[in-house]
């Protein structure tokens, strides 16, 4: 994965607007980690082939940033990305690492579903 460069994100975020594309968000401070240290609060969220149609999307802020995709009902957005790839299937990939390296958030879109 590469740093975010904020105009080929936005490049690619907008050439799936207004189609149909599957969604994987994820979400997690370390969900493992409670069970090594009790008083850690872990905290997560996952969903993987949600599909969408999202008519805007954007990426803002100055890094870590936000990719936000206006659906018709509001909004699905991701807060701390960091790195993005577009692979060799067509997808893009966003990811946030923290400060340690570790895996924070990551946003996905694609036209296929995700294996």
Do not use: C
């Not at 909004?75 to 923290?98: N, P, S, V």
């Not at 895996?103 to 036209?111: F, P, W």
């Amino acid at each position: 994965m590469e740093i975010v460069d904020r105009k080929r994100v936005q490049e690619a975020i907008h050439q799936f607007a207004n189609k149909d594309v599957y969604i994987h968000l994820e979400t997690t401070n370390g969900a493992y980690a409670s069970h090594y240290d009790q008083t850690f609060f872990s905290a997560g969220a996952y969903i993987r082939n949600a599909l969408v149609r999202y008519e805007l999307g954007k990426i803002t802020g100055n890094g870590p940033y936000r990719v936000g995709l206006k659906i018709d009902l509001g909004w699905i957005y991701a807060e701390g990305i960091t790195h993005f790839e577009l692979d060799e299937l067509g997808r893009l990939l966003l990811a946030g690492h923290d400060y340690n390296g570790k895996l924070a958030v990551a946003l996905e879109i694609s036209t296929t579903p995700f294996e």
